[in-house]
């Protein structure tokens, strides 16, 4: 039985929010919920928009996961949830 449906180019390939990533619909999300807040929803809507372009600009050519390992490098570690064998961000230098 032939099933017609998506096939996508890579397994590995990053979860999607209409036609942007998810971090960075978060992003576009997070300061137009901002905006609407401080009562400037098209406000929001358009910085909202140009901090997701310029986040995406950001990350081109980069690992998917940029966002996370972004996080562990800028965030204390005791905010970022981090497996066991890696070591706290605040430890630069090792020897080895």
């Given at each position: 039985?032939d099933e017609?449906?998506?096939?996508?180019?890579?397994?590995e390939?990053?979860?999607?929010f209409?036609?942007?990533?998810?971090d960075q619909?978060?992003?576009f999300l997070?300061v137009?919920g901002?905006?609407?807040?401080?009562?400037?929803?098209?406000?929001?809507?358009?910085?909202g928009?140009?901090?997701?372009?310029?986040?995406?600009?950001?990350?081109t050519g980069?690992?998917?996961?940029?966002?996370?390992?972004?996080?562990y490098?800028?965030?204390?570690?005791?905010?970022?949830?981090?497996?066991?064998?890696?070591?706290?961000s605040?430890?630069r230098f090792?020897l080895?």
């Open positions: 039985m017609i449906g998506y096939i996508p180019k890579s397994l390939a990053q979860e999607r209409l036609w942007w990533d998810f619909a978060i992003l997070l137009m901002t905006g609407v807040v401080s009562g400037a929803m098209m406000a929001g809507m358009i910085f928009g140009l901090v997701a372009w310029q986040y995406g600009r950001l990350k980069k690992h998917p996961k940029f966002a996370l390992h972004a996080l490098w800028w965030l204390p570690s005791w905010i970022v949830i981090r497996a066991r064998t890696t070591p706290p605040h430890c090792f080895g």
